[in-house]
């Protein structure tokens, strides 16, 4: 069985300040990892996955993660910041050779202050 | 950009009534799916549908849903007498492949009500 925890349901920061959100897994075999973002009125859009090469993955929007399995954590990081980053970032988690069909996490909600 | 619409965006409905949740997908994708989210809840996987069949579905997805592809461009979700704890959001997703590495393009859901 698979599944990811998302720590924190909000996470509020300022505009420049650093944006950490959360993401840890549980899975039996080496996992795909992905983040989704939703802004306001839309679908998900896919920041950012993780498909066993390179360990530190980038996204679109600046954003960055970095699979971690000794902690088995998959946080999503950017170093600044916008306004417009403002909206529902989804963890989600799938097996290579098994389903496909992505586990998501419940979803924390970024909150930007000017 | 080619993206995955839905309609309506808000659904009320009566307890018990019968609702059609509508999906364009990518036109040339070949698998769709249908995930759900109630409110303050994970997205959960309902379905997948390939080759106009149902490839995959979770044990949500009961005898009370139904997924169709009428046309070559729709795919749709029917719930049957509605309960209240069906009121979620509901998201339509496609991709090119199946793969587990393979991006689903997400739609921007259906609000359903259950009143």
């Known amino acids: 069985a698979q599944s990811v925890t998302q720590l924190g349901s909000h996470v509020s920061v300022s505009e420049g300040a650093l944006v950490l959100l959360r993401c840890n897994y549980s899975?039996?075999?080496?996992?795909?990892l992905f983040w989704y973002v939703q802004y306001p009125n839309q679908g998900l859009q896919l920041l950012l996955k993780?498909?066993?090469?390179?360990?530190l993955v980038k996204g679109i929007n600046g954003f960055e993660a970095e699979f971690k399995k000794s902690e088995t954590s998959f946080h999503l990081t950017k170093p600044s910041a916008h306004m417009s980053d403002a909206a529902e970032y989804f963890c989600?988690?799938?097996?290579?050779?098994?389903?496909?069909?992505?586990?998501f996490g419940r979803g924390t909600s970024l909150i930007v202050h000017p | 950009e080619p993206e995955v619409t839905q309609t309506p965006s808000h659904q009320v409905t009566q307890m018990g009534q019968e609702v059609i949740l509508r999906c364009v997908p990518i036109?040339?994708?070949?698998?769709f799916y249908w995930y759900r989210q109630i409110l303050g809840q994970k997205v959960e996987f309902l379905v997948s549908?390939?080759?106009?069949?149902?490839?995959?579905k979770s044990e949500i997805f009961d005898d009370q849903f139904s997924v169709e592809r009428p046309d070559g461009s729709n795919f749709t979700l029917k719930i049957r007498s509605t309960k209240l704890e069906d009121s979620a959001m509901y998201f339509c997703?496609?991709?090119?492949?199946?793969?587990?590495?393979?991006?689903?393009?997400f739609g921007p859901g259906t609000r359903l009500t259950v009143l």
């Open positions: 997703a496609s991709s090119e492949r199946s793969s587990g590495s393979d991006e689903q393009f």
């Open positions: 899975s039996s075999v080496p996992p795909y």
């Open positions: 993780y498909t066993s090469a390179a360990t």
């Open positions: 989600a988690v799938s097996h290579p050779g098994g389903s496909y069909i992505p586990t």
């Open positions: 036109s040339n994708h070949l698998y």
């Open positions: 549908f390939y080759n106009n069949e149902i490839s995959e």
